[in-house]
């Protein structure tokens, strides 16, 4: 009965504003991933509902995030053609890797491996993947394809020398998307800002038609519940995809729980490395069956969860019960959304978790954290998200082994 009267109405109004901020985030970090938007929607229901029987951090929002998209789309995009048939069931196939790893780790007690981990590796290579994650939206925001590269480099130099194919018209929508969030957020923190934006700009490519003049439109997305579905399994696939796998297995955990641990040092109770590794497996093992990218904790999405008065998982579940309703009734109102926003969204989110002055006092602190950082965010940046970590870890491991002196 306590509960009821003084967390339940807490709970329902912290699970309405997550989902006004997940469902255009969910069908942009599809978009992001290279699937179909509706499967960014299917991300944040079933998986969801596993997490919540699982998973012990009651703050703690699960869905598609941007870092993992990326990396989703980095690794399987050298494999596979985004938008084919075999590229989907590939990403499903990564999903149920992750998740099957996620498990195996957890039943190896890795979780509490995995803080050893230098930050200045995690912090650098969170803001190259931001970095890259921004640059790859331009294309979006412009109207013409940059390529694949995993290179910022190789992006920003086609960008530079095709400037005169921008689409005018994609071009503008972007601009006044990117404006709007930013006037809406000085004006106010609160408010569900990429709700209001999708539904303005949408309202008035329907209005106008801009679609007739090549503003690109998400178009329809199906309406109903993911249906049961079979990853691929063939033994060079799997062993092509593994590496991908592997690295958003580590990263999409590190994220979840370094989010997930914050909050509950605020709130006095305790996280559970080894079985949020486990909720988290649980959850895109069983996800990859009902057509689910792999799922982490979202830093914005559980900070909003927290800040808005969650108290428990009952926020949650009302996220994904406002999700399922809008797969249910209301897909059709997504058909003029305009990519340049959903572009929009992604690069001012996205450019939050780059703090200059952190890497700056990070390096200024100390040399081997200045190296680790600096190795990571550049080989992230020069050659993709999975050579980035793998040098940062790998150089962490080299310079522990080094006498501590010689950093001072």
């Known amino acids: 009965m ?60 699960v869905g598609p995030v941007a870092v993992v998209s990326l990396l989703i789309f980095s690794g399987v995009s050298s494999v596979a053609i985004p938008g084919s048939n075999d590229y989907f069931s590939l990403v499903i196939t ?20 995995f803080e050893w981990i230098p930050y200045s590796v995690i912090k650098g290579f ?88 090549g503003v690109p439109i998400i178009g329809q997305l199906p309406q109903g519940f993911p249906t049961f579905t079979l990853p691929m399994f063939n033994a060079e696939v799997l062993m092509a995809i593994l590496p991908t796998a592997i690295i958003i297995a580590l990263i999409g955990y590190i994220e979840s729980v370094a989010v997930a641990k914050v909050i509950a040092e605020k709130e006095g109770y305790k996280v559970g490395v080894n079985k949020e590794l486990a909720s988290l497996g649980l959850a895109n093992t069983v996800g990859s069956f009902f057509s689910s990218i792999p799922v982490a904790g979202g830093i914005s999405r559980s900070a909003v969860n927290y800040d808005s008065g969650a108290k428990t998982k009952i926020a949650s579940l009302t996220t994904t019960v406002c999700i399922f309703l809008t797969l249910k009734f209301f897909t059709p109102l997504f058909y003029f959304l305009p990519k340049p926003t959903l572009a929009a969204i992604i690069i001012v989110a996205i450019t939050k978790i780059i703090n200059i002055k952190g890497l700056w006092l ?34 962490g491991i080299l310079l522990q082994a080094l006498p501590t002196k010689r950093w001072a």
């Not at 109405?9 to 469902?23: P, Q, S, T």
């Not at 998307?177 to 329907?206: D, E, M």
């Open 94 to 113: 990564v999903t149920l890797l992750v998740g099957i790893l996620q498990v195996l780790f957890s039943l190896m007690k890795f979780g509490t491996l």
């Open 126 to 213: 969170t803001s190259a993947c931001a970095i890259i994650i921004a640059v790859s939206q331009i294309e979006n925001l412009i109207g013409f394809s940059l390529g694949h590269s995993s290179s910022v480099i190789h992006t920003s130099i086609t960008l530079f020398t095709n400037l005169d194919s921008i689409h005018i018209a994609t071009f503008f929508i972007g601009l006044i998307s990117i404006l709007l969030i930013l006037t809406i957020n000085s004006i106010s923190k609160k408010l569900p800002t990429p709700l209001f934006v999708v539904v303005i700009l949408t309202v008035s490519v329907s209005f106008f038609r801009l679609d007739n003049f």
């Open 2 to 61: 306590s509960y009821w009267k003084h967390s339940f109405h807490h709970d329902v109004v912290a699970g309405l504003i997550v989902a006004i901020l997940i469902i255009p985030q969910a069908i942009a970090y599809a978009i992001l991933a290279g699937v179909p938007p509706v499967v960014g929607l299917y991300s944040a229901t079933v998986p969801v509902l596993i997490y919540l029987l699982f998973g012990s951090s009651p703050h703690l929002s």
């Open 362 to 395: 990070t390096c200024k602190a100390s040399k081997k954290d200045c190296m680790l950082l600096i190795t990571t965010l550049v080989m992230t940046l020069s050659y993709g998200p999975e050579w980035g970590i793998v040098s940062g870890i790998t150089l």
